[in-house]
């Protein structure tokens, strides 16, 4: 199934692969715990923007019942 953890890991992958060029073993592990630190920031935004939508659609829906229309 798709998510959002899979499509971040999966660019945090690829970026880890191109740094495989890199000569020096300190740049290489840096940027690569950088892509790391990116990855989990990207999925804590997401997952903290999701629970704050759902936090407002469940609000308005309990501050504005449906209406009915009463039929004639």
Do not use: G, W
């Amino acid at each position: 199934m798709f998510t959002v953890d899979n499509l971040v890991d999966n660019a945090a992958k690829t970026s880890k692969s191109a740094l495989a060029h890199i000569p020096h073993e300190d740049v290489r592990s840096s940027f690569e715990t950088l892509i790391d630190a990116h990855a989990v920031f990207a999925k804590t935004v997401y997952n903290t923007s999701f629970e704050l939508a759902k936090t407002v659609a469940d609000s308005a829906i309990s501050a504005f019942p449906k209406q009915t229309v009463a039929k004639k």
